[in-house]
Nanobody, 124 residues
């Protein structure tokens, strides 16, 4: 599975961005999908995830109410709508796919495939 993330950029605090992640596989609709981020000097951390059906989502506490993960299985694409951005949201954002059933959604060990990352920079 190849994942292509896009949509990053430079935005002022309080602004919005929407990230997209396009998958190469038609079996995308059966995968759970997640977004992670890694800031300079820090470990990669979980941001949000969504089940294959789209009916169940998971979020890091600090982004709840500001970020929304969604997916369009007809387009093999998952999105991360980010509102009310803060400077601490600055990071490289990665999308990831998980093919296994069970296990945690909140750590990168639960995912099998990764995109290349897209930079999000929030200025104060």
């Amino acid at each position: 599975v190849q994942l292509q993330a896009s949509g990053g950029g430079l935005v002022q605090a309080g602004g919005s961005l929407t990230l997209s992640c396009a998958a190469s596989e038609r079996t995308f609709s059966s995968y759970g999908m997640g977004w992670f981020r890694q800031a300079p000097g820090k470990e990669r951390e979980f941001v949000a995830a969504i089940r294959w059906s789209g009916y169940r989502t998971y979020y890091k506490d600090s982004v709840k109410g500001r970020f929304t993960i969604s997916r369009d299985n007809a387009k093999n694409t998952v999105y991360l709508q980010m509102n009310s951005l803060k400077p601490e949201d600055t990071a490289v954002y990665y999308c990831a796919a998980r093919t296994v059933i069970g296990g945690t959604w909140y750590t990168d060990g639960g995912y099998d495939y990764w995109g290349q990352g897209t930079q999000v920079t929030v200025s104060s």
